[in-house]
């Protein structure tokens, strides 16, 4: 996670950086907030990383770690079937084109999105 | 995770149910590649009838409004339904299998990133059969052409909804990535020992993070100015037409790195297994990796030049400087061929190839980073020949190069050596007797997007020289497509390891099982396969 947390330091230290560059030699407004819109999305994932995941630890972090360290009923958590992707695309692609092509279509693009963001909540328990 | 840990119980469901409500990430790889590669085959058809249409002065193959069509189709389809999206493909397939996990650290929202892409591109091409046809305003669709009182058509509000559905796709899968590689690697897989692709996904998933979301600001903006009375781009209500230009660029040339850094990870892999030796400077390939990613973010507006209304030293001198961790890379894989075993085996060729093409489009790259040369290029046929050099010779080279490297690990046999060489052949004759005549026809003065000219000078041969290429790379295509039917039909299979490669998704079967491993190797070097079967060498090696 350390390396992670400090790609993601840097990166936002180099956006600082490359913005108040560009501020100074450019006078240009809307580059200058782009790169510190960047600046700030990358603050905030390096802040998350330290508030929330700075006490982790991880086998994949140990040069020695065996294979045998990352045996145990965490590995096999993980969904290998669900219906509701597709679904969820479906809605939301119908959103999309009711916008320009029907307003039912959007609204039941949307009600569609809600009923499967139940059973999301309901398959993840 | 140990021999006893394998964390499934049922097998996988073969029909189409099984597929399209998986959310293993080998078949969303798959799913992700055979679509992107539908679209390819699609937008490569459309560039075939751009280049009928120019290959006499003054034809009339198809009128101006629907070659404006095609041009547009065949650029959005090519950058944002085959060549990103073949990479987010790879990764889907690869890097749980690199980093020795059993599958992407969100299943679900992998599956969904798949099909909203899908999605995406079928609204995207659906605009084609809207009364006033598809979206014509190229694959950038500038403000104030693609405002509503210019491009009246259903079709380009089609374009924005698929565009922005593959945006929003392209974002969750790079969070996916992102987190997948911090958190779910295998005991001893340390970020110092993960392989080169998935490093080069990491960065990439980075600059997605950073430059998509203009994209998508971009696109709302441009929907609120064309249906609820917006005026973001329009100057006579005190909006701005460059603003598009900015948030666009700020996507779009990141976006250019989005294309390429994957396929740098796909030729890291491949060149150390046929020169039989380990990659040369591994640190460095990923530092400059994200030295290349860093700077992309500062240099959109080298697509501005012209405008006058940017500082044209300072994107200027960051474009240049990004040739330096670009020439570091080539540096490195040149070592890494140097005084090697090197054997020319198909996923060989492409990559050379890949090196050659890249090199002379980066040489192009680097004469139109300079404003007075950028000057007299623009907006010429030398732009088109310079992109196609970095996203045809460069990209399209190293995503055959990765078909024919991983094919045996995707579906347990291997596609047939002669048939990839005259693939290849054909392809590399094919692009270039294609591509490098733009280069002159751009200097002679053609413009890029025009769909006819006049019958003077050196255009007419030019131009029917780059059409006749055009077929050669139709007929390389094609013998891939025979290779991977008749490879298929003869289904010799293949062991695990049929190169003798390194990383770790050689390990485990070909294709794979659902929960990816049965055994893993212990990991001490980014090069776990080799050491497990050689581990003399191994014990030899510092570490």
Same mark, same amino acid.
């Given at each position: 996670m350390m390396i992670g947390l400090r790609l993601f330091i840097s990166s936002a230290v180099f956006a600082i950086a490359i913005a108040i560059a560009y501020w100074l030699v450019a006078h240009e407004i809307v580059g200058t907030f782009l790169l510190g819109f960047m600046a700030c999305a990358l603050i905030f994932v390096a802040g998350y990383m330290i508030v929330a995941e700075s006490e982790a630890n991880l086998h994949g972090d140990r040069d020695d770690a065996k294979v045998s360290d990352g045996a145990g009923e965490l590995v096999g958590t993980f969904t290998t079937r669900s219906p509701l992707p597709i679904w969820t695309a479906l809605a939301v692609t119908c959103i999309g084109l009711g916008l320009v092509i029907s307003p039912t279509l959007a609204g039941l693009g949307a009600i569609a999105v809600l009923v499967l963001g139940a059973f999301y909540i309901v398959q993840s328990r | 995770m140990s021999a006893a840990a394998a964390p499934v119980a049922a097998p996988p469901r073969n029909d189409l149910l099984g597929w399209i409500t998986s959310t293993d990430h080998k078949r969303i790889g798959i799913l992700y590649l055979t679509t992107s590669l539908?679209?390819?085959?699609?937008?490569?058809?459309?560039?075939?009838?751009?280049?009928? &249409?120019?290959?006499?002065?003054?034809?009339?193959?198809?009128?101006?409004?629907?070659?404006?069509?095609?041009?547009?189709?065949?650029?959005?389809?090519? %950058?944002?339904?085959?060549?990103?999206?073949?990479?987010?493909?790879?990764?889907?397939?690869?890097?749980?299998? &690199?980093?020795?996990?059993?599958?992407?650290?969100?299943?679900?929202?992998?599956?969904?990133?798949?099909?909203?892409?899908?999605?995406?591109?079928?609204?995207?091409? /659906?605009?084609?059969?809207?009364?006033?046809?598809?979206?014509?305003?190229?694959?950038?669709?500038?403000?104030?052409?693609?405002?509503?009182?210019?491009?009246?058509?259903?079709? &380009?509000?089609?374009?924005?909804?698929?565009?922005?559905l593959v945006s929003v796709a392209t974002i969750l899968t790079s969070i996916n990535f992102i987190t997948t590689v911090f958190i779910y690697r295998a005991p001893g897989m340390t970020m110092w020992r993960i392989p080169i692709f998935t490093w080069e996904m990491v960065a990439t998933s980075l600059l997605v993070f950073m430059a998509f979301p203009a994209l998508a600001a971009d696109l709302l903006l441009l929907f609120v100015d064309r249906h609820l009375g917006g005026h973001a781009f329009d100057p006579a209500h005190g909006g701005n037409a460059i603003l598009w230009q900015h948030l666009f660029w700020f996507f779009g040339h990141p976006e250019v790195y989005v294309m390429i850094l994957p396929?740098?990870?796909?030729?890291?892999?491949?060149?150390?297994?046929?020169?039989?030796?380990?990659?040369?400077?591994?640190?460095?390939?990923?530092?400059?990796?994200?030295? %290349? /990613?860093?700077?992309?973010?500062?240099?959109?507006?080298?697509?501005?030049?012209?405008?006058?209304?940017?500082?044209?030293?300072?994107?200027?001198?960051?474009?240049?400087? %990004?040739?330096?961790?670009?020439?570091?890379?080539?540096?490195?894989? %040149?070592?890494?061929?140097?005084?090697?075993s090197i054997s020319f085996q198909t996923p060989m060729l492409f990559s050379i190839g890949f090196l050659m093409n890249f090199l002379l489009g980066g040489i192009t790259g680097v004469m139109v980073a300079s404003p007075p040369i950028d000057f007299q290029a623009q907006d010429s046929y030398f732009v088109v020949a310079h992109m196609h050099y970095v996203l045809g010779g460069g990209s399209l080279f190293a995503i055959f190069a990765a078909l024919f490297f991983w094919w045996p690990k995707m579906f347990g046999v291997k596609l047939y050596e002669g048939l990839g060489t005259w693939c290849f052949w054909l392809l590399f004759v094919g692009f270039n007797v294609t591509f490098f005549p733009m280069h002159l026809l751009g200097l002679e003065g053609m413009p890029r997007r025009v769909f006819t000219y006049a019958d003077q000078g050196q255009l007419p041969a030019l131009n029917m020289i780059a059409t006749l290429g055009s077929y050669v790379m139709l007929a390389g295509v094609l013998v891939f497509a025979w290779n991977v039917v008749a490879s298929t039909l003869k289904r010799e299979p293949v062991g695990a390891d049929p190169w003798r490669a390194n990383s770790l998704e050689w390990w485990t079967t070909s294709p794979p099982p659902e929960h990816n491993f049965d055994t893993l190797p212990a990991i001490r070097s980014e090069r776990p396969v080799f050491d497990a079967h050689h581990p003399d060498v191994a014990a030899r090696t510092p570490r």
């Amino acid at each position: 996670m350390m390396i992670g947390l400090r790609l993601f330091i840097s990166s936002a230290v180099f956006a600082i950086a490359i913005a108040i560059a560009y501020w100074l030699v450019a006078h240009e407004i809307v580059g200058t907030f782009l790169l510190g819109f960047m600046a700030c999305a990358l603050i905030f994932v390096a802040g998350y990383m330290i508030v929330a995941e700075s006490e982790a630890n991880l086998h994949g972090d140990r040069d020695d770690a065996k294979v045998s360290d990352g045996a145990g009923e965490l590995v096999g958590t993980f969904t290998t079937r669900s219906p509701l992707p597709i679904w969820t695309a479906l809605a939301v692609t119908c959103i999309g084109l009711g916008l320009v092509i029907s307003p039912t279509l959007a609204g039941l693009g949307a009600i569609a999105v809600l009923v499967l963001g139940a059973f999301y909540i309901v398959q993840s328990r | 995770m140990s021999a006893a840990a394998a964390p499934v119980a049922a097998p996988p469901r073969n029909d189409l149910l099984g597929w399209i409500t998986s959310t293993d990430h080998k078949r969303i790889g798959i799913l992700y590649l055979t679509t992107s590669l539908g679209y390819f085959f699609i937008a490569g058809a459309l560039a075939l009838v751009i280049r009928t &249409q120019l290959a006499h002065p003054n034809a009339t193959v198809v009128s101006a409004h629907a070659y404006a069509q095609l041009f547009t189709l065949h650029g959005t389809a090519m %950058i944002f339904l085959f060549v990103a999206p073949f990479a987010l493909g790879l990764a889907n397939f690869l890097i749980p299998l &690199q980093i020795g996990a059993p599958d992407m650290a969100f299943p679900r929202l992998n599956a969904l990133s798949y099909w909203l892409f899908l999605f995406g591109g079928l609204v995207i091409f /659906a605009g084609a059969a809207t009364n006033e046809g598809a979206a014509a305003t190229g694959w950038t669709a500038y403000a104030p052409l693609s405002a509503i009182k210019v491009s009246t058509g259903l079709g &380009q509000d089609m374009w924005i909804i698929g565009v922005f559905l593959v945006s929003v796709a392209t974002i969750l899968t790079s969070i996916n990535f992102i987190t997948t590689v911090f958190i779910y690697r295998a005991p001893g897989m340390t970020m110092w020992r993960i392989p080169i692709f998935t490093w080069e996904m990491v960065a990439t998933s980075l600059l997605v993070f950073m430059a998509f979301p203009a994209l998508a600001a971009d696109l709302l903006l441009l929907f609120v100015d064309r249906h609820l009375g917006g005026h973001a781009f329009d100057p006579a209500h005190g909006g701005n037409a460059i603003l598009w230009q900015h948030l666009f660029w700020f996507f779009g040339h990141p976006e250019v790195y989005v294309m390429i850094l994957p396929y740098f990870g796909v030729i890291s892999e491949i060149i150390p297994v046929f020169s039989r030796k380990p990659i040369f400077g591994y640190t460095g390939l990923v530092i400059s990796a994200f030295a %290349i /990613a860093g700077l992309s973010m500062g240099v959109w507006a080298h697509h501005m030049f012209t405008t006058g209304a940017v500082n044209n030293p300072f994107f200027s001198f960051v474009s240049f400087l %990004i040739a330096v961790p670009t020439g570091v890379k080539f540096f490195n894989w %040149i070592a890494t061929m140097w005084r090697g075993s090197i054997s020319f085996q198909t996923p060989m060729l492409f990559s050379i190839g890949f090196l050659m093409n890249f090199l002379l489009g980066g040489i192009t790259g680097v004469m139109v980073a300079s404003p007075p040369i950028d000057f007299q290029a623009q907006d010429s046929y030398f732009v088109v020949a310079h992109m196609h050099y970095v996203l045809g010779g460069g990209s399209l080279f190293a995503i055959f190069a990765a078909l024919f490297f991983w094919w045996p690990k995707m579906f347990g046999v291997k596609l047939y050596e002669g048939l990839g060489t005259w693939c290849f052949w054909l392809l590399f004759v094919g692009f270039n007797v294609t591509f490098f005549p733009m280069h002159l026809l751009g200097l002679e003065g053609m413009p890029r997007r025009v769909f006819t000219y006049a019958d003077q000078g050196q255009l007419p041969a030019l131009n029917m020289i780059a059409t006749l290429g055009s077929y050669v790379m139709l007929a390389g295509v094609l013998v891939f497509a025979w290779n991977v039917v008749a490879s298929t039909l003869k289904r010799e299979p293949v062991g695990a390891d049929p190169w003798r490669a390194n990383s770790l998704e050689w390990w485990t079967t070909s294709p794979p099982p659902e929960h990816n491993f049965d055994t893993l190797p212990a990991i001490r070097s980014e090069r776990p396969v080799f050491d497990a079967h050689h581990p003399d060498v191994a014990a030899r090696t510092p570490r």
